[in-house]
């Protein structure tokens, strides 16, 4: 079986593209909330499918819920923004506003979690296609909750030899500190088409052709 | 006139870049580069840096307390934060230490008018 790897320097490039993403995804998701938004270093790492879920399964004991959209272009995959779901009222507070009634925030939930999501998951991916020179199609946000293996088994049915970029990030919006993570899951030619177009993108970047 | 600029950013592939854009506009100038916020304040204690052009998203302390601190060290370097993260409090906290704020990934043309801008400061300071 390939063995799915980047090296040192590529995986610098794609940690820098996704520190990139998410900064603009950062400055989005602002203009929504109207406050400014505190964002951590994103870390990346590549991980199997089965090592995403066990990495969730031991930080998150709880259910998660998950703001899930399929790209496709050059990479095919999924990518997923998932949280802890006692997160996801603090997220509609924090992104729609903190006057409002439980009501309100229930009723809201699903419409502001899908809005967060877009603009994160948007915001990172499409950054990082231009830069990488490419093109990507977006599907609309949708909801989905559960546990992370359901989260990575999603039909049509999983590859083996899937990898999963997966990137741990931190923000607070309006004092409330929300946890989360991206998931990029890819087969393994996505992941390889990644991979050149990471060279390509480290050599126009360096002007070391 | 050539003069020292300091790069600092957490990613390789960054300074790199930023190696490469600085190599094509300004050739003379002595580049150091580092990757962590408390690297550059060493350097700087060691040497004088012109100018210097700070990441904002890095990890242990931020660009934007690394300029504070340069600034206060060195009241007439001229400072640049760089990020993608463009909210006007992130471009109005760069402000206040008076380091200008470019938008990530930086254009040929954002530096060199940043850059050209630079060293009519730093030849306006010496002739005062």
Redesign the interface.
């Known amino acids: 079986m390939t063995q799915a790897s980047l090296d040192e320097?590529e995986l610098?490039?794609l940690?820098?593209l996704v520190?990139?993403?998410v900064?603009?995804a950062?400055?989005g998701l602002?203009e929504m909330v109207g406050e400014?938004?505190l964002?951590s270093?994103p870390k990346v790492d590549l991980v199997s499918r089965e090592n995403a879920v066990a990495i969730l399964r031991e930080k998150e004991s709880a259910k998660l819920v998950a703001v899930h959209q399929v790209f496709e272009g050059d990479i095919t995959g999924r990518a997923l923004l998932i949280f802890p779901e006692t997160k996801s009222l603090e997220i509609v507070r924090a992104v729609a506003g903190s006057n409002l009634s439980l009501e309100d925030v229930i009723e809201l939930e699903q419409e502001a979690l899908a809005e967060t999501g877009n603009i994160i998951l948007n915001g990172c991916l499409s950054?990082i296609a231009n830069?990488l020179e490419r093109n990507l199609k977006m599907s609309l946000p949708e909801i989905i909750r559960g546990e992370a293996v359901h989260f990575f088994n999603l039909q049509p049915p999983p590859q083996s030899g899937d990898q999963v970029l997966f990137v741990y990030i931190n923000f607070a919006v309006q004092q409330r500190d929300i946890r989360g993570y991206i998931a990029m899951l890819m087969d393994l030619p996505s992941f390889e088409a990644l991979k050149v177009l990471l060279d390509e993108f480290?050599a126009r970047?360096?002007?070391?052709n | 006139m050539s003069y020292k600029i300091l790069v600092v950013d957490d990613s390789k592939l960054a300074r790199m870049a930023m190696a490469k854009v600085l190599h094509a506009l300004r050739p003379d100038w002595e580049r150091v580069e580092a990757s962590r916020a408390v690297e550059a304040l060493a350097l700087a204690q060691q040497s004088h840096f012109d100018v210097a052009l700070v990441d904002f998203n890095m990890p242990e302390r931020d660009g934007l307390h690394l300029v504070g601190e340069l600034r206060a060290q060195s009241p007439e370097m001229v400072l640049a934060v760089v990020s993608a993260n463009l909210q006007r409090e992130v471009v109005e906290r760069a402000n206040a230490v008076r380091a200008k704020f470019l938008a990530k990934p930086v254009s040929d043309i954002a530096m060199r008018e940043f850059l050209d801008n630079a060293e009519a400061q730093l030849r306006a300071n010496k002739s005062r």
């Open positions: 320097l610098d490039a940690t820098e520190n990139i993403g900064s603009v950062a400055t602002r400014e938004v964002l270093v950054t830069m480290i970047a360096s002007g070391k």
